[in-house]
């Protein structure tokens, strides 16, 4: 699998995730507000705050047509009712936890092959917009 990133000069180039040469496109859900039963304090306990959530996939073209068929893509609409889903299973400690609870299930779907998921808190520091983390994460490689 080709590297997806790479550094340049000490930044990180951005992800090129639609790539004809390669055959894949982007599936993409941007700033996806919930409220989450989330964080490892007190006070977050009990109570739901506000997050965004933003993914960013690479999918494979495959070989068939698209046939107009919901079939033959993978459904921006799963990924967020997955995400709903995945939120409302209740309280997570860590960002990071449910980051990776999002990638994972992204993978489900064969077509992903590689997952980017950005979560931001919009409450957590009061003098900040938002904070959180952001993960990538590629399709684990068969075993053989």
Do not use: W
């Not at 941007?30 to 705050?49: C, K, M, P, S």
């Not at 939120?87 to 092959?113: K, M, N």
């Amino acid at each position: 699998m080709t590297k997806l990133a790479t550094e340049t000069s000490g930044n990180v180039t951005p992800l090129r995730i639609a790539d004809a040469a390669r055959l894949t496109r982007h599936v993409f859900v941007r700033d996806l507000r919930l409220d989450a039963h989330i964080g490892v304090h007190r006070h977050e306990e009990g109570r739901a705050q506000p997050i965004i959530v933003n993914v960013d996939l690479t999918v494979t073209e495959g070989e068939e047509t698209l046939n107009d068929s919901l079939a033959n893509v993978v459904c921006y609409e799963r990924v967020v009712n997955n995400i709903k889903d995945l939120v409302a299973q209740g309280h997570v400690r860590l960002v990071e936890t449910l980051a990776e609870s999002i990638a994972e299930d992204c993978f489900t779907d064969e077509r992903v092959l590689a997952a980017r998921v950005r979560i931001e808190k919009l409450d957590a520091i009061e003098e900040a917009h938002s904070v959180g983390i952001e993960i990538e994460r590629l399709r684990p490689l068969p075993q053989n």
